[in-house]
C-alpha cells in the first residue's frame, strides 16, 4: 500500500515513527514516547520509497495516468487484485507502477497508455549508469514508434533489467504479463532502446 499511496498524485505525508515501523500512536498532548523496537523491514522499505522513488521528478511532478489491468489467457480473476499505473515528465523520464493489492497470489495483463513519453537509450543497462540520451528528439510517445521498437524496464525496486516489444507495453497479446506474489511490487523505470 506504501508505494502505491505515494507514487500516486496528492499530498504525501508520513506519520511520527512510520518510517521506522513504530505501531503505537502518542498522542500529541504526550510529551514522551514508550520505547518500541524499530522494525528493520519496515525501514528498507521506506528508505527504498524515499531514495529510489519519491526524489524522482517524474514521480512528484509528472502527468499521472492509470493503466488498463486485464485477465491472463485462463480468464483467472486473480487480475482484480493487481493495481498500475505511469507517470512520466516531458524530457521522457517514465515509471510504471505494478502491485498486487491482494493477499493472494496473482496474474494478469498491464497495458500502458499511448501517450506516454519515453526517452531512449544506446544500451539496455540500468540508468543509473547514464546511457539516456537527453535532447528532444531522443523523447518519443509509446502510441508513434514503430511495432518492432523494443523498450527497456528497469525494475528500480528487485534491480531487474527486461526488454520488451513496445506493442506489447501497447497490448499486443493482452499487454505485459504479471505473476506477482502476494503484495508484491514493482517500480519500473521506462525507456525506449534504440
Known amino acids: 500500500a506504501a508505494i502505491l499511496t505515494y507514487t500516486c498524485p496528492g499530498i504525501r505525508s508520513f506519520n511520527d515513527g512510520q518510517l521506522h515501523g513504530r505501531r503505537k500512536r502518542v498522542s500529541l498532548h504526550v510529551s514522551c514516547r514508550t520505547a518500541e523496537p524499530r522494525d528493520p523491514e519496515i525501514s528498507v522499505l521506506y528508505a527504498k520509497i524515499l531514495g529510489m522513488v519519491l526524489k524522482r521528478p517524474e514521480v512528484r511532478d509528472g502527468t499521472w495516468v492509470q493503466c488498463q489491468t486485464s485477465p491472463s ?6 487480475w ?6 505511469c507517470c512520466w515528465d516531458e524530457a521522457g523520464r517514465a515509471v510504471m507502477v505494478v502491485v498486487n493489492f491482494g493477499g493472494d ?3 494478469g495483463h498491464v497495458v500502458l497508455p499511448p ?3 519515453l526517452g531512449t537509450r544506446s544500451c539496455p543497462v540500468p540508468p543509473t549508469m547514464n546511457f539516456t540520451r537527453t535532447d528532444d528528439d531522443a523523447v518519443k510517445e509509446l502510441g508513434t514508434v514503430g511495432a518492432d521498437a523494443r523498450a527497456v ?3 528500480v525496486w528487485s534491480d531487474t533489467l527486461y526488454t520488451r ?10 499487454g505485459m504479463w504479471f505473476d506477482m506474489k502476494p503484495w508484491q511490487a514493482h517500480v519500473f523505470d521506462l525507456s525506449l532502446l534504440e
Request: net charge negative.
Open 73 to 78: 489467457m485462463d480468464q483467472n480473476p486473480s
Open 80 to 85: 482484480m487484485n493487481m493495481v498500475a499505473h
Open 105 to 107: 497470489h496473482s496474474n
Open 115 to 117: 501517450q506516454v513519453k
Open 153 to 155: 524496464l528497469w525494475d
Open 165 to 174: 516489444e513496445t506493442a506489447e507495453l501497447l497490448g499486443q497479446h493482452g
